[in-house]
């Protein structure tokens, strides 16, 4: 039997991964305005502030919110080169630092990959591995706020208002039975993004 090889001429290679090193980095998290805005006039806290307290935990905070990583575990959890779901992520890197040279291309599909990631943990509460909510009067009012929901958009839908979506309607009722962690304004969640930035 004939062995097919396919060899690659990488030279240069090197030279690219430390250009693009050195030259810049990816941020993710929550990134200028959003950072500094105010999340709830209840705390009268920053967005970046509430989301420190839940990233790391805080006994100092009113309530002590545990530890529920949005961010570090998220990435850590999803972002591995080693895995399938990398794939694309291995094609990007080839495409566009070797073949293209453009490094900052890579970057942003890493970076969209990672809000995929963390997306992906609130909705999921964590990978399954946040605390659950404490407080029953949290618990309760998560439960009414979807109940209303899929009210509303059954309505809509037997009214002809929206098309008949069965996924969307399971989504309120699984959000109910199982309510999402630090989903309930969605402004922590939304803040979130990424950015290219050059290295000084």
Same mark, same amino acid.
């Given at each position: 039997? %004939?062995?097919?090889?396919? @060899?690659? +001429?990488? /030279? ?10 050195? /030259? !810049? ?6 990134? =200028?305005?959003? &950072?500094? &805005? ?14 420190? !307290? ?10 002590? #919110? #545990? ?12 972002? /591995?080169? +080693?895995?399938?779901?990398?794939? %694309? ?6 495409? !566009?630092? $070797? ?11 890493? =970076?969209?990959?990672?809000?995929? &990631? ?18 029953? @009067?949290?618990?309760?009012?998560? $439960? ?19 098309? !008949? ?6 989504? $309120? ?5 199982? #309510?999402?962690?630090?989903? /309930? ?16």
């Amino acid at each position: 039997m %004939q062995e097919n090889k396919v @060899k690659f +001429n990488l /030279d240069g290679m090197d030279e690219l991964i430390k250009s693009l090193k050195d /030259d !810049y980095f990816l941020r993710v998290g929550i990134i =200028g305005s959003k &950072a500094t &805005a105010t999340h709830d006039n209840k705390s009268n806290k920053t967005t970046a502030e509430i989301g420190t !307290y839940h990233e790391f935990g805080s006994q100092k905070v009113k309530d002590h #919110p #545990p530890r529920r990583s949005f961010l570090e575990d998220s990435l850590k959890f999803k972002i /591995d080169f +080693n895995t399938q779901q990398m794939t %694309q992520i291995k094609k990007d890197l080839f495409k !566009y630092v $070797y073949q293209e040279k453009t490094p900052k291309k890579f970057l942003a599909s890493l =970076g969209a990959e990672c809000l995929r &990631a963390i997306k992906q943990a609130f909705e999921t509460n964590g990978f399954g591995k946040w605390k659950p909510l404490a407080s029953l @009067k949290t618990v309760e009012k998560r $439960y009414e706020k979807s109940i209303k929901g899929y009210e509303r958009v059954r309505k809509a839908m037997e009214n002809g208002k929206m098309a !008949y979506d069965k996924s969307l309607l399971n989504k $309120y009722l699984d959000e109910a039975i199982n #309510p999402q962690i630090l989903t /309930d304004t969605g402004k922590l969640r939304n803040s979130i993004s990424f950015k290219i930035m050059k290295r000084k």
